[in-house]
């Protein structure tokens, strides 16, 4: 058959529309599916992954704009960083990056065997420190993800939803 294409060849995925202004994000968008959509997919998966990749895009461009509490001071107490970054949310009414759920859950999990596995963070890092170290590392989270990225974790992750917090904290208009 002439100009058949293989099901283990990757073809690019282009919607068509060249009159839109964000011609480079559609270049790296299609570069990036160009890399991971393969011909033997069923087209629901093309959707899902295009659709995967929207909803990261206006994920982190929401973070973006999304203030970090200039107010702190508070000492909280913790067992956990996964309890210290939930009872951050629920004190600054913040939510924090999807990213940075996802480390706090992996700074737990490396204690697991260690000799004070059992003993409250609270008496082993200083309170203020480890709620100061959670916002540096979701300011970074924040300003320097790659939606491309995030899209891809979600992509291997179908339960990722379950660490995209639910608060929506009233944004200043800022086209005044």
């Known amino acids: 058959m002439k100009g058949a294409v293989s099901f ?3 073809v690019e995925i282009s919607s068509g529309d060249s009159s839109s202004s964000n011609t480079d ?3 790296t968008e299609s570069k990036w599916m160009k890399n991971t959509i393969t011909v033997d997919q069923p087209l629901s998966e093309w959707d899902s992954e295009d659709s995967i990749l929207r ?3 206006m994920y982190q461009e929401y973070m973006k ?3 970090l509490p ?3 001071g508070f000492v909280i107490p913790l067992t956990s960083w996964v309890g210290l970054a939930s009872s951050m949310k ?3 009414g913040q939510p924090l990056h999807y990213l940075t759920n996802v480390h706090m859950k992996k700074l737990d999990s490396m204690r697991f065997g260690s000799d004070n596995e059992d003993v409250p963070l609270d008496t082993i890092i200083d309170p203020s420190k480890a709620e100061a170290t959670i916002w540096l590392i979701e300011e970074v989270h924040r300003s320097t993800s790659s ?3 995030i899209a891809r974790l979600w992509l291997a992750d179908p339960m990722y939803h379950i660490h995209v917090d639910a608060i929506f904290p009233k ?3 800022s086209s005044k």
Request: proline share 4%; aromatic share 8%.
């Open 147 to 149: 939606h491309h990225y």
């Open 70 to 72: 200039t107010q702190r």
């Open 25 to 27: 994000d559609r270049k």
């Open 171 to 173: 944004l200043q208009n």
């Open 55 to 57: 909803r990261a895009r």
């Open 8 to 10: 283990g060849d990757q």
């Open 90 to 92: 629920e004190l600054y």
């Open 65 to 67: 704009v999304v203030p």
